[in-house]
C-alpha cells in the first residue's frame, strides 16, 4: 500500500481518535469525582452538534452559536444532576448508572422529537478546501479537531491540577467525608464534575458536526467509543483517556483501511473486551496473592 494511504489513515485515525478523547474525557471527569459511569455522555455529544445547527439556522454567527451551544449543553448538565441525580441521594452506584441510562433514553427521545430524524450537518470553521500533505489530503476542519482537542486537554489537566476547583474535586473523590470536614460540599463537586462533562461533550459535538452529518442518535455510538478511551485510560487521568482515544481511533481506521471497513465499530467492542479482560485478570491475581 502506498505511503499517501497509510498517511491519510493516519490523519483520518488521529481526527477520529481526539473526538473519542474529548467524550471519554467527560466520563472520566464524573467517574473520578462521584464513581458514576455517566451514560448519558454521548447525548451531551449529540445536543452541542444539534443545537449549534439550530442556531446556526435562526441567524446567529457561527462563532456565536458554537459557543451558545457549549453554554447551553452545560445547563442541560448541570439540570440533569440537579433532577435525576441528586435526588437518588445515597443511592447504589448500580441504581445512579441505570438513571443515567434512563436519562439517555429521555433526551435522545426528546431530540427525535424535536429535530426528527433526518441527519443535518454544520458548515466547516474555515472552509472546505482539502491540504495536501505527503500526497495525503486533510480537511481544515480535521486540524480544528486536533487543535481544539490538545487545548481542552491541556486545559483540564491544569484545572484538575492547578486550581482550588480541581483539588477541590479530587479531594472529593479521594475522601467525600474528609473533603466535608474542610469545607468541601461533595454534592456541589458533583454539580461542577457534570457540568465540565456536558462542556466537554457539547466541543466534542460542535466540532465533528463539520465532518459527519449530526442526528438524534449520534451519541449512541460515540458514548459507546468515548466509554471504551475513558476504560482503555482506567478512568483516572487526562492524559489516560487522551492516549486511549487516539489508540482507539487509529486501530479503526487502519482496520478500515487495510482489512475491511465493515469491521469499525468492532474494534471498540473488541478493544473493551481486551481491557475487562486484562482488569479482570489482575484482580483475580491481586485476589490470590491476599
Same mark, same amino acid.
Given at each position: 500500500?502506498?505511503?499517501?494511504?497509510?498517511?491519510? *489513515?493516519? &490523519? $483520518? #485515525? @488521529?481526527?477520529?481518535?481526539?473526538?473519542?478523547?474529548? /467524550?471519554? %474525557? !467527560?466520563?472520566? =471527569?464524573? *467517574?473520578? &469525582? $462521584? #464513581? @458514576?459511569?455517566?451514560?448519558?455522555?454521548?447525548?451531551? /455529544?449529540? %445536543? !452541542?452538534?444539534? =443545537?449549534?445547527?439550530?442556531?446556526i439556522g435562526l441567524g446567529f454567527p457561527m462563532p456565536v452559536a458554537l459557543i451558545l451551544a457549549v453554554v447551553l449543553v452545560t445547563l442541560?448538565?448541570?439540570?440533569?444532576?440537579?433532577?435525576?441525580?441528586?435526588?437518588?441521594?445515597?443511592?447504589?452506584?448500580?441504581?445512579?448508572?441505570?438513571?443515567?441510562?434512563?436519562?439517555?433514553?429521555?433526551?435522545?427521545?426528546?431530540?427525535?422529537?424535536?429535530?426528527?430524524?433526518?441527519?443535518?450537518?454544520?458548515?466547516?470553521?474555515?472552509?472546505?478546501?482539502?491540504?495536501?500533505?505527503?500526497?495525503?489530503?486533510?480537511l481544515p476542519q480535521s486540524l480544528w479537531v486536533i487543535g481544539i482537542t490538545a487545548v481542552l486537554m491541556v486545559g483540564v489537566y491544569l484545572?484538575?491540577?492547578?486550581?482550588?476547583?480541581?483539588?477541590?474535586?479530587?479531594?472529593?473523590?479521594?475522601?467525600?467525608?474528609?473533603?466535608?470536614?474542610?469545607?468541601?460540599?461533595?454534592?456541589?463537586?458533583?454539580?461542577?464534575?457534570?457540568?465540565?462533562?456536558?462542556?466537554?461533550?457539547?466541543?466534542?459535538?460542535?466540532?465533528?458536526?463539520?465532518?459527519?452529518?449530526?442526528?438524534?442518535?449520534?451519541?449512541?455510538?460515540?458514548?459507546?467509543?468515548?466509554?471504551?478511551?475513558?476504560?482503555?485510560?482506567?478512568?483516572?487521568?487526562?492524559?489516560?483517556?487522551?492516549?486511549?482515544?487516539?489508540?482507539?481511533?487509529?486501530?479503526?481506521?487502519?482496520?478500515?483501511?487495510?482489512?475491511?471497513?465493515?469491521?469499525?465499530?468492532?474494534?471498540?467492542?473488541?478493544?473493551?473486551?481486551?481491557?475487562?479482560?486484562?482488569?479482570?485478570?489482575?484482580?483475580?491475581?491481586?485476589?490470590?496473592?491476599?
Amino acid at each position: 500500500m502506498a505511503t499517501w494511504q497509510l498517511v491519510q *489513515y493516519l &490523519v $483520518t #485515525g @488521529i481526527t477520529v481518535g481526539s473526538i473519542y478523547a474529548i /467524550v471519554g %474525557l !467527560g466520563f472520566t =471527569i464524573i *467517574y473520578s &469525582v $462521584t #464513581g @458514576i459511569i455517566n451514560f448519558a455522555q454521548g447525548e451531551f /455529544v449529540m %445536543l !452541542g452538534g444539534m =443545537i449549534a445547527f439550530s442556531l446556526i439556522g435562526l441567524g446567529f454567527p457561527m462563532p456565536v452559536a458554537l459557543i451558545l451551544a457549549v453554554v447551553l449543553v452545560t445547563l442541560v448538565g448541570i439540570i440533569f444532576n440537579l433532577v435525576a441525580i441528586r435526588p437518588a441521594g445515597r443511592a447504589s452506584t448500580i441504581t445512579l448508572i441505570i438513571i443515567t441510562i434512563g436519562g439517555a433514553l429521555f433526551i435522545r427521545a426528546v431530540a427525535g422529537l424535536y429535530w426528527g430524524r433526518d441527519a443535518v450537518a454544520l458548515p466547516p470553521f474555515t472552509g472546505d478546501e482539502s491540504l495536501s500533505f505527503l500526497g495525503a489530503y486533510i480537511l481544515p476542519q480535521s486540524l480544528w479537531v486536533i487543535g481544539i482537542t490538545a487545548v481542552l486537554m491541556v486545559g483540564v489537566y491544569l484545572l484538575l491540577n492547578r486550581t482550588l476547583v480541581g483539588k477541590a474535586l479530587k479531594a472529593a473523590a479521594i475522601n467525600r467525608r474528609a473533603a466535608a470536614l474542610v469545607g468541601i460540599d461533595a454534592r456541589m463537586m458533583s454539580l461542577v464534575s457534570f457540568a465540565l462533562a456536558a462542556a466537554t461533550g457539547a466541543v466534542a459535538g460542535v466540532v465533528i458536526a463539520p465532518l459527519s452529518y449530526a442526528s438524534y442518535d449520534m451519541g449512541i455510538m460515540l458514548g459507546l467509543k468515548g466509554f471504551v478511551a475513558a476504560a482503555m485510560g482506567g478512568f483516572t487521568g487526562v492524559w489516560g483517556v487522551f492516549l486511549g482515544g487516539l489508540g482507539l481511533g487509529l486501530a479503526e481506521s487502519l482496520a478500515a483501511g487495510y482489512i475491511s471497513s465493515s469491521y469499525k465499530n468492532a474494534i471498540a467492542l473488541i478493544f473493551l473486551f481486551a481491557v475487562l479482560l486484562i482488569r479482570s485478570r489482575r484482580l483475580m491475581v491481586g485476589e490470590e496473592g491476599a
